[in-house]
């Protein structure tokens, strides 16, 4: 089992383990790894292009969820010393967000691997913001071929 010895902070190693790229990067940090789990983080910037009025909204909310999974894959193919991969979110189901964070909060999310097979990962996701949980959700991811 692969865990993470520490935290990684280093924006440009995190860029590197997501195929997105500026200005559509919504992860800065891998705070968890293991083959089941994996938790991010994320300071908003005040430029973001999903903040409006200060606020990061829903779609950029859901966005940083989805490239939460694009981590925990990334990370994976890194240990495997292979390129991170493309992937699609495949299906979005029961997304709940109590609250929209602010410009410059810090964003908490953990991704919990449910199933993962031939490409295909569902997950549940908490995101929390100041300890608190702002939004939950459950995905379905998709690698391209």
């Known amino acids: 089992m692969n865990l993470l010895a520490e935290k ?25 790894y293991s083959e089941k789990q994996v938790v991010s983080g994320f300071t908003i910037p005040t430029d973001n292009i999903f903040c409006h009025n200060n606020t990061f909204i829903a779609s ?4 940083h969820m989805a490239q939460t999974i694009a981590l ?8 495997k010393k292979k390129p991170a ?8 189901k029961k997304v709940e967000i109590n609250k929209l964070p602010k410009a410059s909060e810090e964003l908490t999310t ?7 097979i031939m490409g295909v990962t569902l997950v549940t996701i908490e995101t929390q913001s100041g300890g608190i949980v ?12």
């Open 8 to 32: 990684i902070t280093d924006k440009h190693f995190v860029q590197n383990l997501i195929p997105q790229k500026k200005p559509f990067i919504m992860v800065d940090k891998l705070l968890f």
């Open 134 to 145: 702002i939004a939950t959700g459950e995905m379905k991811t998709v690698l391209a071929k």
């Open 60 to 63: 950029g909310l859901i966005e």
């Open 110 to 116: 953990t991704v919990k691997i449910l199933h993962e």
């Open 85 to 92: 991969p493309t992937g699609y979110i495949g299906a979005i």
């Open 72 to 79: 925990h894959t990334g990370y994976q193919y890194f240990l």
